[in-house]
Structures are given as C-alpha cells and as structure tokens.
C-alpha cells in the first residue's frame, strides 16, 4: 500500500509510519514541524526513517491547498491516515480560532483532495475530548456527544461530521478513531506524563487542577498503533472507534507510579479545576475489539516504566 500520514512526524505518527514501513508500505509523510512545541523534537522522532527508500517526507502546511493539490497529484494513495492536527484542551480555549482552522478546514481540504484524486479510504484521528463531561461510563460511541467543553472538543467532533458527509456524498470510507490519553516513548512534551516526569525529575512543583482524583483511561502508543492498523485494514463505510485501554486511573495513582520509577518525591501544587478539563474518560472498546480486532495489552504499570526508561535514556 501507499499512503498519505499527515502529522507523520509527531509522536502517534511517528511511530505508525515506522511501523508501516517495517510492514513494507510506501510511506509519504506531511509535517509542517510548527512551534507548538520544540520542532527539533519531532525531527528526532524521523531519524530512524530518514533516508529510507520508502518514505518521503514532506514539510508543508494542510491548509496550502496547493501543496495538497501537488501532493495528490504526483501520488495514488490507497489510504490516507490524518493525524495533523492543532493538540491539546487548555491551548484551544486561548485560539479557538486556530483550532478550527487547522482541525476543521485542514480535514475539508484533505478530504477534497480524497474526492478529486479518487482516494477511497480515510482514517481520521479523533479524540476521547468529543465525550465531554459524559456521566455515564464507560463511554461508548452510541452516546451524545453535543455536548463539547472545549474548542479542541468542538473541532474534532466536526471533523468526524464532516467525515461522513464525504462518505455519504462520495463513497468514502472513513474510519474515525476517538484516541483515550495516548503516552508512551515520544510523548509530547506537554503532556501530563511526560511533563511530570521532567518536573519530578527536577524536583519542581507538579500542577494538579483540582482535587486529583480525576481518572483517565492511559492507552500505550503500541496499542493504539494496533488500533490504528485494525482501522487501516477494516475501512469499509463510515465508523467511530474507541481506542484505549477501558481502565481508569485515578491523577494521584499516575504521580506514584512516576515517583517509584523516577526514584524522587513529587511535590505537588493544587489549584483549581481548569476550564475544559472532564473528570473522567473511560472507553468501552467492545466495538473496536469486534470489528478491529483491537486488544489492548499494555497496563499503566508496564506502560510507565517503558515510558520513564525512554524517558532516562534521552537525558542521557
């Protein structure tokens, strides 16, 4: 197969295109390394596929309609997985209007491009955020999810909308995967995990908002790139998967398990509950399991000292 990982450079594509290419798949990643976070980082997460004969990697921007037009014409995809995307809860409150832009108008563009060039599979990148302050758990995806609190929340469940709009006029099939705190080695930085790691490890103050006994369902990279394969493989008409690990672990939990491993105190800064935050996410992946052949394997315990392990090794 070929195919199109937009986003290839981050920490989920990253590992997929990797993946895929040891699969032996033609891989052509798009990145546009924006500021975010440090772009080096996502260009030593591309080190391992760099040179490859395989792989082409493309800087540029979702939102140039050129570029994509360029792209899509020079290449036939059998599947495009897109994975790009503006992250992250707390920053969308501060630039909803660069979250709609770049989640919701980028993902029209790419699909444009699907229906113009004749590219018949899609695999869309969602988030557990569409559920909201959901009160019935585990979530599934039969639920309402009208009901976003955040910018970031709102656009993914348009992208997911207007995913089935092109199904629906087009024919093309789309496989929308609602993704459950994913961590793991190449975690961004930002990210609860991996940002306590650095602060325990420097012995700085954690932040936790609230009372820190929000729960969320932790999902390990390589099982959410099992997910991901499932959906790439199985994309046939319009679906939404869960993938996580359909576990809870209470914020207070996840700090011990980083402070044994890390082998240094957490000193922890309460304050209050942030707007946007849920206090809980919870997946039921009985559909993935049954249509995927999703199986999650990797608990939090397993999952954080792989993560700290990569964790030391980079400071090293």
Known sequence: ?????????????????????????????????????????????????????????IEGDILDISLLQKIFSQHQFDVVVHLAARAGVRPSISEPLLYEKVNVQGTMHLLEQCREHGVDKFVFASSSSVYGANKKVPFSENDSVDNPVSPYAATKKSGELICFTYHKLYNISVNCLRFFTVYGPRQRPDMAIHKFARLIDNSSPIPVFG??????D?????????????AIEFCNGYHIYNLGESKTIELHYLIDLLQQKLGRKAVINYLPDQPGDVPITFADISLAKKELKYNPRVGIEEGIDKFVDWFKHIKQ
């Open 1 to 57: 197969m070929k195919l199109l990982v937009t986003g290839g450079a981050g920490f989920i594509g990253s590992h997929l295109v990797e993946k895929l290419l040891f699969e032996g798949h033609k891989i052509v990643c798009l990145d546009n390394f924006n500021d975010y976070y440090d772009p080096s980082i996502k260009r030593k997460n591309i080190q391992n596929v760099s040179g490859k004969k395989e792989y082409e990697l």
């Open 211 to 216: 009372s820190g006994k929000s729960r969320r």
């Open 218 to 230: 932790y999902t390990f990279i390589d099982d959410i790139l099992q997910g991901i394969r499932g």
